[in-house]
T-cell receptor
Framework: EPEVTQTPSHQVTQMGQEVILRCVPI?????FYWYRQILGQKVEFLVS????????KSEIFDDQFSVERPDGSNFTLKIRSTKLEDSAMYFC????????????FGPGTRLTVL | AQSVTQLDSQVPVFEEAPVELRCNYS??????LFWYVQYPNQGLQLLLK??????LVKGINGFEAEFNKSQTSFHLRKPSVHISDTAEYFC????????????FGSGTRLSIRP
């Protein structure tokens, strides 16, 4: 069964460093998403991406964040200068169409900023 | 704006007992509703969804949920739980106008006692 994969599973970085979280969505999906879950809190929407551009983003997704689909298979989330409060589990998701059809989630990347 | 409230952060039940996980939503427009399950150290998996039509929705693993528009609720039920149902359950909502993102509730941790 096709699935969304994410690498790495755990990333530890120093405050101020840049990190890139990687995702491989399901191959025939067209919509891509990033969510995050700070420990003990809700899963929060960050950004959605379609047709090589951002279709929607939340207030959390400020200038420190960017997304890219560098090739036909990967979808990345970059945080330019990490802050302590960026520590969270980051989930990638993909869907064939808009989210009222199923979004398939990856297993997540746990980002720890020291 | 939409919001989701899960009234119980934790629900302990005995194996083979019935369970109901409560969810209420708030929205000024029509919504699509979801329940996701997160097993330990895994990503989010869709249990079931309500888009339109019958208000009783059946999902995987014997779960079902009922959409109640007048009470703005979408409670999840299972008549007899199993140890393997131990997980975190998230109620979520999206709308047609903003079907790019899913808004999640804070989650309910279901723990099954033998």
């Amino acid at each position: 069964e096709p699935e969304v994969t994410q690498t790495p599973s755990h990333q530890v970085t120093q405050m101020g460093q840049e990190v890139i979280l990687r995702c491989v969505p399901i191959s025939n999906h067209l919509y891509f998403y990033w969510y995050r879950q700070i420990l003990g809190q809700k899963v929060e929407f960050l950004v959605s991406f379609y047709n090589n551009e951002i279709s929607e983003k939340s207030e959390i997704f400020d200038d420190q964040f960017s997304v890219e689909r560098p090739d036909g298979s990967n979808f990345t989330l970059k945080i330019r200068s990490t802050k302590l409060e960026d520590s969270a589990m980051y989930f990638c998701a993909s869907s064939e169409e808009k989210s009222y059809n199923e979004q398939f989630f990856g297993p997540g990347t746990r980002l720890t900023v020291l | 704006a939409q919001s989701v409230t899960q009234l119980d952060s934790q629900v302990p039940v005995f194996e083979e007992a019935p369970v109901e996980l409560r969810c209420n939503y708030s929205s000024s427009v029509s919504v699509y509703l979801f329940w996701y399950v997160q097993y330990p150290n895994q990503g989010l998996q869709l249990l079931l969804k309500y888009l339109s039509g019958s208000t009783l929705v059946k999902g995987i693993n014997g779960f079902e949920a009922e959409f109640n528009k007048s009470q703005t609720s979408f409670h999840l039920r299972k008549p007899s739980v199993h140890i393997s149902d131990t997980a975190e359950y998230f109620c979520a909502v999206t709308t047609y106008s903003s079907a790019s993102k899913i808004i999640f509730g804070s989650g309910t941790r279901l723990s099954i006692r033998p």
